[in-house]
């Protein structure tokens, strides 16, 4: 019999991290993203920490090694060359970091992750405070430079959901005609329909580009590009990390005046990413000032930040698009003509915004709606394996196989006390 039917799913999870680590970090998946990526290497280190604790700290202590001195933790960390990887770090050349990196970040999950984890070892988690606190004074500075309260991304990529439509629009304004002839790499490892496209491409080269001419200099950045989105999901993941840090201030004994202004600007930011007619946090075209017509699984996590002022509509909202699939949450709104099901960010369950949305229901007394997200993210895992991401109609796995979060997420919600047995 194939050993692999004979491992439970802890068992397979567990070899899943082991795998994946190269040596005190852990790339997502072998091939397809054979680097350090940020809040990856932060749920992995979730996962870590229910069999090794020492790792699950290693983890995030080498993600804040790459540290720029300006506080930005980078989204990619190169610590090798891998020619199964593009674009690499010669394409990025952002050199102001202690080691090749990309030169944007990506959602700032680690204060949140850091702090369940502080009891284990609160001298290590002591240690990444400041590194902490630069990093979200720097979102607050580069991302938010008039001071509106919402965090604007720079790169669909900096968002960590690449091709959601919500970037479409704000997308036109991204001038493409410099970016010449390319190799991709994921769609030889991936089926092209569970990736972005050609067009996705062109855009996100053509602002990697635009960063390397103006050095990445978020001040730059920030005044000079045609891309200045502010996005829901990195709004509220920071604004639910401000409040673990100010958390671990207080047990380490720090002054929390200047964490608590920016949590009172950033929960104040809130209501300008309230769409009434979509009801849901949406994401805003700084540039034009358009709000996104439609939800994505990003509007509800504002739950997940403690902004529970419009919890009754975004239940609504949720519930909608809960009746039209089978597994919950879609990436993106089934209900729209854009939802393409199997599409990476257009439709497309991930384990890990599951869990965070079901923490936000979880804490705002949602215990139903919570459980029916664990249960489906368990069927899902199953059925099909520990895919990157899952087709919320059939169950598909998509992108890459055995993959560091959803295996992360499997162990840290201790997701095998559901339910064995088919849906
Ligand atoms: C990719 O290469 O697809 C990544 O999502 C970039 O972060």
Redesign the pocket.
Known sequence: MDDQVLKSHDETARDILRANDRGGYTVPTAGL?PYQ?NWDSVFAAMGFATFDRDRAWRELETLFDAQWPDGMVP??VFRADEPS?FPGPSVWQANKGPLPSSGISQPPVAATVIRLLADLDPGRAERLFDPLDRWHRWFHAARDPDGIGVIAITHP?ESGR?NLPDWDKPGDAIDVSGVGAYTRR?TSLVDNDQRPKKKDYDRYLALVQFGVDRGWDPARIAAETPFFVADPGITAILLRAERDLRAMAQTFGRDTAEIDARIARLEAGHERLWNAQAKAYVSRDTRTGELAPWATSASFLPLYAGVTARKAALLETLDGFAGAVRFTVPSFDPRSDLFDPLRYWRGPVWAMMNWMIADGLARCGEDTRAARIRSDTAKLIRQSGFAEYFGPVGAEPCGGGGFSWTAAIWLAWGLSDTKEGPC
Do not use: G, M, Q, S
Request: charged share 25%.
């Open positions: 993203y990526w989204h990619i990887y990529w690449d994921d």
